[in-house]
């Protein structure tokens, strides 16, 4: 699983499962029952059940849905009269009586349009002095799981003997949260799930911007660091009750996780063993020494050690590259003793061969990757360019001036030379840097951002760049728009989907590299030739490469159709059809035509003229890179115009589409955005502006003061 913590690789042997639901998750705002939310639990629960878990359910919300239906029953019930009096606050024993009626009418309802069915078990506080009772509870239980009967426990408020049960914190146990870990030690569970309505523990009130979610509790670390908020708005629980419950059943030896019951399937997420809510363990103080990776920390060092770089000269900056390429080929050994154990780790682990391609670094691509860090480094210093100069009045002069973005977050997967080229650019751009790799390159990632970052000066800090070294951390990185500035995925189409709809920071990639190549009737057929070949071949698992080959009708006659399509065979390429090729050249239909193969496979569609195949790309293309092949140069002239595409090219390869092969000396990614960039993303795609403005005094008195003159100044 992706999103799997480590720390929770106890969820495999996890059988007998007590899950808690708060009022506040069973409750509407206005005191009625929540019915979706209700409907969504029982369906996991019924999933769950069909999967062999046994499933134990504590269900709060009766008293709080007695109390809506008593306020209704009394207020149609009185006199105007009666109204004008002081209303006394109704009874809790008789909201508990009847709203669990209510309560237990919806579960019923519920899990038998699912087929299945539930039991009500009401007890007390005193029901558990009694060894005789706690022996027969454990046999009712077995007896009703066996049956695949969904047990539901409820504390029994109407007939409760505590004075005040709404505040009295005595005996055995005292809320429903505190019975829940009763039961779980009771009945001998495997987990315990108390489901609340945000998403776990934090370190201060959740509603606090700085508090933050503590994915493991660690009583050592976190007990006199929390600040509790306000208790939940129904029921007598909140926060505090959970976490004394969690403590107690993890001490214990019941693992806890406390989640948000507002989330979709997050009871089955919890069971995936991803890192939602947050863990209670009994073991969780021995995972103390290995540090929890504070995203938000992590964060604001690289922005404070890009300021740091930022005030450095641009010779200082250059410096620093120039040495990182020294560095990269002074441990080019190192560099390929670990990347070769990733990419055996890879074959051995059965990946796709086109991922295990992009993982592989040889010495000559090392060599690459130096000397393209040196070109970034002899560029012209892209950092306070002036762009524009204006005189605004006599003696006030602004300036449009070049600025780091600020801290880039880059989410790649396979390719470790990517980690080097981004983090060139960054360095170049002045941007702070979090880079996340792809598990299948860990090793040859931690390598190449130890030996970038031993490169880089105190004076700046290693901390410039940071490594997250698990994918479990995305989720919070994603959420630090006060701090992160731009989000750039390489990966994947689901890597980059996932991560657009999971955040608010600007997010700057492509989903899909479908390019296309298209032979017009009046193109040199031997330099088409070539071209198709080079776009396919060349480099296959690259997102420039050639994925759909489009051919003007008149080639069929010429012959050419059928000799590129031996030739591609030959070359090892499967190939697929559209609908009007896929007959003719009796291959196989195509599933999409809006597909991206990263191997080599292609698919291969015939089509009228020009404005056929600028249509046909328009609309299954990714407006990534598409080429033309055509002498006629009205042609490509319209083909050029009106292909809506980052890059469009003329009597070439879709293989130029690229960083390095534009002169940018590397690339953070290409860009399918029409914002900000768009295109192979250098240097200048990290950069936004600022203005400057230099005056000797002048202030606006209500513009009266100042006669302005916008006049455009040379630069």
């Not at 933050?212 to 908020?229: C, D, P, R, V």
């Not at 981004?422 to 390598?447: D, M, V």
């Not at 000799?563 to 007959?583: C, F, H, M, Q, W």
Request: glycine share 6%; net charge neutral.
């Amino acid at each position: 699983m992706e999103n799997a913590d480590p720390c929770r690789h106890f969820i495999n042997d996890v059988k007998r499962i007590i899950i808690k639901v708060g009022t506040a998750v069973v409750t509407r705002q206005d005191g009625r029952l929540a019915v979706g939310k209700l409907g969504a639990l029982c369906e996991q629960i019924k999933e769950l059940n069909s999967l062999g878990y046994e499933i134990i359910l504590v269900s709060s919300g009766a008293v709080g849905l007695g109390r809506q239906r008593l306020r209704y029953r009394k207020l149609i019930n009185s006199s105007f009269a009666d109204l004008q009096k002081p209303q006394v606050e109704l009874d809790g024993k008789a909201c508990a009586a009847v709203g669990q009626n209510s309560l237990m009418a919806l579960y019923d309802t519920l899990f038998s349009q699912l087929d299945m069915t539930s039991a009500q078990l009401l007890v007390t506080d005193n029901d558990f002095r009694d060894k005789d009772f706690r022996k027969q509870l454990t046999e009712i239980v077995k007896s009703l799981l066996a049956l695949k009967v969904i047990p539901i426990f409820n504390e029994n408020d109407a007939v409760s003997t505590r004075k005040a049960p709404y505040e009295d914190s005595s005996g055995i146990f005292w809320d429903n949260d505190s019975l829940s870990a009763l039961l779980a030690l009771e009945l001998k569970a495997d987990l315990l799930i108390l489901l609340s309505d945000v998403d776990g523990l934090y370190s201060g009130p959740p509603s606090d911007p700085h508090s933050k979610l503590i994915h493991t509790y660690i009583k050592e670390k976190h007990q006199n660091e929390i600040t509790f908020g306000d208790k939940s708005r129904v029921g007598r629980g909140g926060m505090t009750a959970k976490v004394k419950a969690s403590i107690h059943a993890a001490e214990a030896g019941i693992p806890v996780i406390i989640t948000s019951g507002y989330a979709a399937e997050n009871i089955i997420k919890v069971l995936q063993g991803q890192r939602i809510g947050t863990l209670f363990h009994k073991d969780a103080h021995k995972w103390a020494p290995v540090k929890e990776v504070d995203a938000h920390e992590m964060a604001v060092a690289a922005r404070d050690c890009s300021r740091r770089l930022q005030a450095l000269s641009s010779e200082e900056r250059k410096q620093i590259l120039l040495k990182i390429a020294d560095a990269l080929e002074a441990h080019q050994k190192e560099i390929r003793i670990e990347n070769e154990a990733d990419v055996a780790a890879a074959q051995e682990a059965g990946y796709e061969k086109s991922l295990v391609a992009r993982l592989v670094l040889k010495n000559e691509k090392l060599a690459s990757l130096a000397n393209n860090i040196r070109i970034i480094a002899n560029m012209e210093d892209p950092i306070g360019r002036v762009l524009k100069r204006t005189e605004l009045a006599e003696g006030l002069i602004l300036e449009k001036t070049s600025s780091p973005l600020g801290v880039l977050l880059i989410v790649f997967e396979s390719r470790p030379d990517a980690l080097v080229q981004i983090a060139s650019l960054a360095i170049r751009s002045g941007n702070g840097l979090l880079l996340k790799g792809g598990k299948e390159a860990k090793r040859s990632n931690a390598i190449l951002h130890k030996v970038i970052t031993e490169a880089i000066p105190d004076t700046v800090g290693a901390k410039l760049i940071g490594l997250v070294t698990s994918r479990a951390e995305i989720p919070d990185l994603l959420k630090l728009d006060n701090v992160i500035d731009l989000v750039i995925p390489r990966g994947s189409n689901k890597l980059i989907s996932q991560i657009k709809s999971s955040t608010k920071i600007p997010v700057l990639g492509h989903a899909d590299g479908i390019c296309h190549v298209y032979i017009d009737k009046s193109a040199d057929l031997e330099m088409a030739r070539r071209i198709v070949l080079d776009a396919k071949v060349d480099y296959p698992a690259g997102c420039n490469a050639m994925e759909t080959l489009l051919v003007h009708k008149d080639l069929i006659e010429k012959g050419w159709l059928n000799n590129i399509i031996v030739d591609l065979r030959t070359e090892g390429v499967t190939l697929y059809g559209g609908p009007k090729a896929s007959p003719l050249l009796n291959i196989p239909l195509a599933r999409s035509l809006h597909h991206e193969y990263n191997s080599l496979a292609c698919t291969v569609e015939i089509v009228d003229d020009v404005c056929a195949a600028i249509d046909h790309i328009n609309l299954y293309g990714s407006a990534h890179t598409d080429s033309i092949v055509a002498e006629d140069h009205e042609v490509a002239d319209v083909f050029l115009r009106q292909v809506d595409s980052a890059a469009v090219f003329h009597n070439a390869s879709t293989r130029f589409s690229d960083g390095a092969r534009f002169g940018l000396g590397a690339e953070v990614g290409i860009s399918t955005s029409r914002i900000h960039a768009r295109g192979p993303v250098g240097v200048d795609g990290l950069l936004t502006t600022r203005w400057i403005l230099k005056g000797s005094g002048q202030i606006v008195d209500g513009d009266k003061a100042v006669s302005y003159t916008h006049r455009d100044l040379s630069i």
